[in-house]
């Protein structure tokens, strides 16, 4: 499950159980009201931290194993050419244009990383 999701489900048991609470409890409308609005604009500033799109692991759930899966690649059309698609080195640096060596990780001209497509 990834953290996300538990702070949703999370979200949904905070608002049902304020609006219980608001109906057994008329008097703390006025306070369970103040607490959703903190809780709404507590969760703009939750939902956009890194940590988000973490899984969370349960001491009790049984492990998994997360091997690669294999996507299909795309199918070849009789007459098309023939593109790289297992990650070729470009022979020129995408920044600046000047040209490389295969296999060299940063550009002697301007200093970038050359990118691997």
């Known amino acids: 499950m ?25 008097v703390l409308a006025l306070y369970v009201l103040y607490g959703l609005l903190a809780w709404f604009v ?10 988000m799109s973490r899984r969370v692991r349960w001491p009790f759930a049984v492990p998994t ?8 690649g795309p199918t070849r059309v009789a007459g098309a050419p023939n593109a790289p698609t297992d990650g070729a080195p470009l022979s020129f640096c995408t920044y600046c244009a ?7 990780p940063v550009c002697p001209e301007c200093g970038r990383r050359i990118a691997v497509f």
Not at 42 to 51: G, I, N
């Open 2 to 26: 990834i953290v996300r999701t538990f702070v949703t489900l999370l979200y949904t048991v905070v608002v049902v159980v304020a609006l219980l609470v608001q109906f057994a409890y008329p």
């Open 42 to 51: 507590a969760s703009l500033v939750v939902y956009r931290l890194p940590v």
């Open 65 to 72: 194993v997360d091997g690669p899966t294999r996507v299909p």
């Open 98 to 104: 000047a040209p490389i060596e295969p296999g060299t």
